[in-house]
């Protein structure tokens, strides 16, 4: 076995999620939080429901000493094209939250089925968990 590949995956898994992962988790109950690190116009436009908006560009001790450093905080953009949720990951772990990025963003999101939120929002497997 190579245990330096397996290292490899082991450290993906251990700091991102995908849009199943994520679905699950929600409904699960499980304490996190889904946060968008676009723009506060795109995430008007069309969002994942119940996440929050937190622009990475905004990010500071002042804009998230009201969170909850206890929760995972879990970041998204558009998709593979956008680093926001990069972004938005360094930004909130530099502050001490706990994080994850959600791989595929807004867009895989949509690809794999689950409704979105916002003035373009589409239908899909909704949320039960009223997020």
Not at 29 to 56: F, T, W
Not at 85 to 109: H, P, R, Y
Request: aromatic letters at 10%.
């Amino acid at each position: 076995m190579d245990f330096e590949q397996l290292a490899h995956y082991e450290s993906k898994l251990a700091y991102e999620m995908d849009s199943w992962d994520v679905y699950a988790a929600l409904e699960a109950g499980e304490d996190l939080v889904v946060v968008d690190g676009r723009a506060k116009a795109a995430y008007e436009i069309e969002h994942i429901p119940g996440s929050m908006n937190l622009p990475h560009k905004e990010i500071c001790f002042n804009t998230t000493e009201s969170l909850d450093k206890t929760k995972t905080y879990v970041c998204y953009c558009d998709g593979i094209g956008c680093n926001a949720s990069t972004k938005t990951a360094v930004k909130l772990l530099t502050l001490g939250f706990k994080v994850k990025e959600l791989i595929g963003g807004l867009d895989w999101w949509k690809r794999d089925g689950y409704a979105t939120a916002g003035a373009e929002g589409q239908s899909g497997t909704a949320l039960s968990c009223g997020c």
